[in-house]
């Protein structure tokens, strides 16, 4: 199973990036699909995630800015609107099948 993440760049404060995350190889079916994220000197934290059956879940800092989105069983999109330079890191998506899988990860910058 291998995640292809990408979407990632440099965008102004207040801007709008799109994440995506396509799962290939062989899969039965995913439950929950997410992004993580790591900003310099940080620990990794739990930005959203959304499960097979469309429950979503958020990171308080990115509630009401954030949105995510199973365009199929197979990829996620993390929508960003009303970027902060806080937002700044590098975003790792995730999907759970029998084990956890990652993405690459992809580099964010939000300039102010």
């Known amino acids: 199973v291998q995640l292809q993440a990408s979407g990632g760049g440099l965008v102004q404060a207040g801007g709008s990036l799109r994440l995506s995350c396509a799962a290939s190889g062989s899969i039965v079916s995913i439950g929950v699909m997410g992004w993580y994220r790591q900003a310099p000197g940080k620990q990794r934290e739990l930005v959203a995630f959304?499960?097979?059956?469309?429950?979503t879940n958020y990171h308080d800092s990115v509630k009401g800015r954030f949105t995510i989105s199973r365009d199929n069983a197979k990829t996620v999109t993390l929508q960003m609107n009303s970027l902060k330079p806080e937002d700044t890191a590098v975003y790792y998506c995730?999907?759970?099948?029998?084990?956890?899988?990652w993405g690459q990860g992809t580099l964010v910058t939000v300039s102010s």
């Open positions: 959304i499960t097979s059956g469309g429950r």
């Open positions: 995730y999907a759970q099948l029998e084990y956890v899988y």
